[in-house]
């Protein structure tokens, strides 16, 4: 019984995001009008680590990101005033990452 609520509460308790701008990206990586978040979802088993990418501008972003957790790079198109999620790991061990991303506009 015990351990059925705290299945209940970890999956119902929100996980604060770590802002990836805040991770160690470089300021001239992230044109001012792209935005870019993480978040660390619970799932059964770990966790999923999605960097959510907010685009802003009047063109399209093509951005790069890599985390410490997932060090592949993933690339992402986001068209403008677009929001996109990338998923960088499923069921990680971690609820924690940093992530990295580089934005272009075109």
Do not use: W
Request: charged share 15%; hydrophobic share 40%.
């Amino acid at each position: 019984m015990r351990a059925l609520f705290a299945a209940l509460v970890l999956t119902t308790t929100p996980v604060l995001a770590q802002g990836a701008k805040d991770a160690g990206a470089p300021p001239a990586a992230l044109p001012g009008c792209v935005d870019v978040k993480t978040d660390s979802r619970y799932v059964p088993y770990g966790y999923n680590h999605v960097v959510t990418i907010k685009n802003g501008c009047s063109k399209l972003a093509r951005c790069t990101v890599s985390t410490d957790v997932n060090p592949q790079p993933t690339t992402a198109e986001v068209a403008r005033g677009a929001t996109v999620e990338v998923l960088t790991f499923a069921g990680s061990p971690s609820q924690t990452f940093v992530a990295k991303a580089t934005c272009t506009l075109e």
